[in-house]
């Protein structure tokens, strides 16, 4: 399994970006998807996850409200709309992959992508 991550880029606060998060060599109906992120000087921190169906999704408190994850399997692929970004949004979001339940423990996830930036100015 394989996973890409892109959409990341520079914007301003206030503004929205939408990452996708596209899985390689298996179904990704199998899959609880989700997603982290690492500030600088920080640790990697969850931001929200989706049971494979779709139907259920969590997400960190930092984000509840403004970020929205959801998934399309026929495409293979999760997303995470980002709206309202505020500075302290700004880090390198990765997507991960598991087949087991969701989780917001990073070590939970066998499957990893490669990380995107998001920059949001203020």
């Known amino acids: 399994v394989q996973l890409q991550a892109s959409g990341g880029g520079l914007v301003q606060a206030g503004g929205s970006l939408r990452l996708s998060c596209k899985l390689y060599?298996?179904?990704?109906?199998?899959?609880?998807m989700g997603w982290f992120r690492q500030a600088p000087g920080k640790e990697r921190e969850f931001v929200a996850t989706?049971?494979?169906?779709?139907?259920?999704?969590y997400y960190a408190d930092s984000v509840n409200g403004r970020f929205t994850i959801s998934r399309d399997n026929a495409q293979n692929t999760a997303y995470l709309q980002m709206n309202n970004l505020k500075p302290e949004d700004t880090a390198v979001y990765y997507c991960?992959?598991?087949?087991?339940?969701?989780?917001?423990?990073?070590?939970?996830?066998?499957?990893w992508g490669q990380g995107t930036q998001v920059t949001v100015s203020s």
């Open positions: 991960a992959a598991d087949r087991h339940t969701m989780a917001t423990e990073d070590y939970k996830y066998d499957y």
């Open positions: 060599g298996r179904s990704a109906s199998s899959y609880v």
């Open positions: 989706i049971a494979w169906s779709g139907a259920t999704t």
